[in-house]
């Protein structure tokens, strides 16, 4: 019998590089490093097979795979149990959520190894035998092999992909830009300049220019941009022809209009749109 101890790990820091593992998955053996060099990764993991909010959280991966894919994520899920296990429950998980594949590989760990590398264990949830099982974890990992982001949910609380798909958003624009992402931020709206960028370096770093808000303590450190990679102005500024620029023009009002309806992992759509 393995003492709680035997499953402690430190927990890992934003900035550590990840651990290499390699493990069996229902796709066949998988040597992490390889399977993710170099693309930014997401690993995530759940309690147990066969049960509710799990079977929901994996259909809906499987309908966003194709967002995780145009972002250039690759797709890992995890959970305590072999592949036989994983493997029978794939069935119910695609017939439960309409339309989904479950096209990523799901690691067995049915040791915990994996689990207690990673530190996702929740001593709170314990199986039959008494092991614990891991916690809704979320690990996205850059294509340096860091971790850039980790969310932490308990075992009775799914999670909101859609806000996964943001925060890869903001991370991907963030990491390469000078800019960070207000509260709600979503794919084309105004980002903020970071606080460590003068005025002189923020003002040839984006040419659009960016505003300087007013606030009572008569400090300048809210300054807003619009997003830098989003080229708002493409349309009216690449020659065309005239047929073209009129439907795109068309087009443009049509996706802009639609803004408020799109659910934010569309406006990636409405994004390229303006970029193309
Ligand atoms: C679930 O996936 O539904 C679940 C798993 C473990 C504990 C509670 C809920």
């Given at each position: 019998?393995?003492?709680?101890?035997?499953?402690?790990?430190?927990?890992?820091?934003?900035?550590?590089?990840?651990?290499?593992?390699?493990?069996?998955?229902?796709?066949?053996?998988?040597?992490?490093?390889?399977?993710?060099?170099?693309?930014?990764?997401?690993?995530?993991?759940?309690?147990?097979?066969?049960?509710?909010?799990?079977?929901?959280?994996?259909?809906?991966?499987?309908?966003?795979?194709?967002?995780?894919?145009?972002?250039g994520v690759k797709v890992i899920a995890l959970s305590c149990?072999?592949?036989?296990?994983?493997?029978?429950?794939?069935?119910?998980?695609?017939?439960?959520?309409?339309?989904?594949?479950?096209?990523?590989?799901?690691?067995?760990?049915?040791?915990?190894?994996?689990?207690?590398?990673?530190?996702?264990?929740?001593?709170?949830?314990?199986?039959?035998?008494?092991?614990?099982?891991?916690?809704?974890?979320?690990?996205?990992?850059?294509?340096?092999?860091?971790?850039?982001?980790?969310?932490?949910?308990?075992?009775?609380?799914?999670?909101?992909?859609?806000?996964?798909?943001?925060?890869?958003?903001?991370?991907?624009?963030?990491?390469?830009?000078?800019?960070?992402?207000?509260?709600?931020?979503?794919?084309?709206?105004?980002?903020?300049?970071?606080?460590?960028?003068?005025?002189?370096?923020?003002?040839?770093?984006?040419?659009?220019?960016?505003?300087?808000?007013?606030?009572?303590?008569?400090?300048?450190?809210?300054?807003?941009?619009?997003?830098?990679?989003?080229?708002?102005?493409?349309?009216?500024?690449?020659?065309?022809?005239?047929?073209?620029?009129?439907?795109?023009?068309?087009?443009?009002?049509?996706?802009?209009?639609?803004?408020?309806?799109?659910?934010?992992?569309?406006?990636?759509?409405?994004?390229?749109?303006?970029?193309?």
């Open positions: 019998m393995q003492t709680s101890t035997e499953f402690e790990a430190m927990a890992l820091k934003l900035g550590d590089t990840v651990p290499d593992f390699t493990a069996d998955s229902t796709e066949g053996p998988i040597e992490f490093y390889k399977y993710i060099e170099g693309s930014w990764a997401i690993l995530f993991s759940h309690p147990n097979d066969f049960t509710p909010v799990c079977t929901t959280e994996l259909g809906a991966v499987g309908n966003f795979l194709p967002e995780f894919e145009k972002r149990n072999d592949v036989v296990s994983h493997k029978g429950w794939i069935g119910d998980i695609e017939s439960y959520t309409p339309g989904a594949k479950v096209g990523y590989p799901i690691l067995a760990d049915p040791t915990r190894e994996l689990a207690v590398k990673f530190g996702m264990l929740d001593p709170d949830e314990i199986d039959s035998k008494g092991i614990p099982l891991t916690a809704r974890a979320v690990f996205i990992i850059g294509p340096d092999k860091k971790l850039k982001l980790s969310i932490l949910y308990p075992a009775t609380t799914g999670r909101n992909f859609h806000e996964v798909l943001r925060v890869i958003d903001s991370l991907q624009l963030t990491a390469n830009f000078s800019v960070a992402t207000p509260v709600n931020w979503n794919v084309g709206d105004k980002c903020m300049v970071i606080p460590s960028l003068s005025n002189e370096a923020a003002t040839l770093k984006f040419p659009k220019g960016f505003e300087t808000v007013e606030v009572p303590s008569g400090r300048s450190y809210i300054r807003l941009t619009p997003q830098p990679n989003v080229d708002w102005e493409c349309l009216s500024t690449t020659p065309q022809s005239d047929v073209g620029v009129g439907i795109l023009h068309f087009l443009s009002i049509f996706v802009a209009n639609s803004e408020f309806f799109l659910a934010p992992e569309c406006k990636t759509m409405h994004f390229f749109f303006y970029t193309w």
